[in-house]
């Protein structure tokens, strides 16, 4: 009778063993899965320079950071002209003169993307937005900031579009591809508008 209730025991000891060590081994495997998993982020790539897709990219913005997401806008050619606050021509070859001047400065110089007949179409989105008590792209970007929206101007974009920091807004990033690789490797959500 002794040895089998040792015998008992052992078995006990050994099922108690291997359990502890499939239970260590699914702990390990869930806390993988966690570091694996993408943080409550929001990334956003803002390619186009219309009015309408800007737009649309801080709607988006604002109303992830509203309810606590972390997002970051990665601005890039054609965008970066949403994030001008003037124009400044010094220091800049005739190519990079010449794409200053055809290109919008800031927000209130933005086309839409469809009938935009010569700024006409921007003018009656605009006035259709006021209309309807909806919150105009440059009340939507300040607010962006103000939820501590990360804006990021894409460096090779400006290098090749000849867009110089000064020119763009205050307090903004200046980062490549890598950073914003960074923030869009661990976001729930990436959107390129």
Known sequence: MQVLERTQQEITQEKVAEIEARLNALENQVQQIREELPDNKVSIIVFSGDLDKVLASFVIATGAAAVGMEVSMFFTFWGLNALK???????????????????????????????????????????????????????????????????????????????????????????????????ATKSKVTLFI
Do not use: H, Y
Not at 101 to 110: A, F, K, S
Not at 134 to 144: F, N, P
């Open 85 to 183: 606050k003037k124009r400044n021509l010094s220091g800049k070859n005739f190519m990079e003169k010449m794409f200053a001047i055809m290109t919008p400065v800031g927000t209130e110089g933005l086309g839409v993307s469809k009938m935009n007949f010569f700024g006409i179409g921007a003018k009656m989105l605009r006035a259709m937005m006021k209309r309807k008590q909806v919150a105009s792209l440059e009340e939507l970007a300040q607010m962006a900031r103000d939820l501590g929206v990360k804006i990021i101007a894409c460096q090779m974009a400006m290098d090749v579009m000849g867009v110089k920091a000064d020119e763009l807004w205050d307090g903004i990033e200046v980062g490549g591809v890598a950073a914003f690789l960074a923030e």
